[in-house]
């Protein structure tokens, strides 16, 4: 082979020139079109979930009624009735107020303490035993089991219903955080010890942010578990020096067969359940996950 020959192998092959010729906006179609407005109102989360809502409403209004048993299913009427005039009274904000603020102490207090002991898990061997026996040891027993053992400890009061809730949160939230610890990438955890970080700045700076997706949903689930359990303690020893929350004005109520004032103590516990997820869980969600990029 000569050399003009290896050199003419050598150049990539000539392909041959074309040229697109423009088409015409018409001829392509309706590339993007203005939405309708009930298409608009279709994307708004918010009022597709209040419709929901008003459904739900409407079916117990049509089920009631022909029942025609107050007794023992109150109409949507007669709730939001009962609902309207124990919240003039103030009674019903006098016991959502005292349960919120034994939810918040003992709340806080659970996640203070599942902090400290997934941080000290991570950190050493020795912690992440602890954790790992603790959680399996106290995580299946319901904490509505450790009330009585909470009133003779520390007495008919909030202590008790902060013990006991702590105990609901801690177990579920610490084993959610470890979970999500445990899932961070070898190569963003090998990232943090190469840039010096040890110890809490370790936690703090690489772990969190990693599993943040787990620790949020432990975050609601110890939630959920909180507030169930700080209703039920509630009926179960009911009032504590002349008040008491929602629990207590369900249980009373009840007693006195005032069933459409059940049904408002339920639908302010619903209420508020809605309003923690909606308004705090998902702004935090939108915030951090999703604007991270972790979550759709």
Request: proline share 5%.
């Amino acid at each position: 082979m000569s050399i003009s020959e290896v050199r003419f192998a050598a150049l990539p092959p000539v392909r041959p020139e074309f040229i697109n010729e423009h088409v015409k906006s018409g001829d392509v179609g309706e590339v993007a079109r203005p939405l309708s407005f009930w298409e608009q109102i279709a994307n708004i989360t918010p009022l597709r979930r209040t419709l929901v809502l008003i459904a739900i409403a409407v079916a117990w209004q049509a089920y009631a009624m022909p029942l025609n048993d107050p007794l023992m299913l109150p109409t949507f009427s007669a709730t939001a009735e009962a609902f309207w005039k124990a919240t003039v009274s103030g009674e019903l904000l006098i016991r959502t107020w005292y349960s919120v603020k034994v939810l918040i102490v003992g709340y806080a207090a659970g996640v203070g303490v599942a902090a400290v002991m997934t941080g000290f898990a991570v950190s050493t061997r020795i912690g992440n035993d602890v954790l790992a026996t603790l959680t399996a040891m106290f995580n299946p027993l319901p904490a509505i089991a450790i009330l009585p053992l909470a009133l003779l400890w520390f007495g008919l009061g909030m202590p008790s219903l902060v013990f006991v809730l702590i105990h609901a949160v801690l177990w579920p939230l610490a084993l959610a955080t470890q979970s999500g610890f445990l899932a961070v990438s070898d190569a963003l955890r090998m990232t943090g010890r190469n840039c010096g970080l040890r110890g809490w700045r370790y936690v703090l700076r690489i772990l969190v942010p990693a599993a943040f997706p787990s620790i949020l949903t432990g975050l609601k689930v110890s939630w959920a578990f909180a507030w169930r359990t700080l209703i039920a303690a509630e009926l179960v020893f009911g009032v504590n020096s002349g008040s008491g929350g929602l629990g207590w004005f369900i249980f009373k109520n009840g007693n006195e067969l005032e069933t459409a004032y059940v049904f408002a103590g339920l639908s302010a516990i619903i209420l508020i359940g809605l309003g923690v997820e909606n308004l705090i869980f998902r702004t935090i969600e939108v915030h951090t996950v999703r604007k991270w990029g972790m979550q759709k």
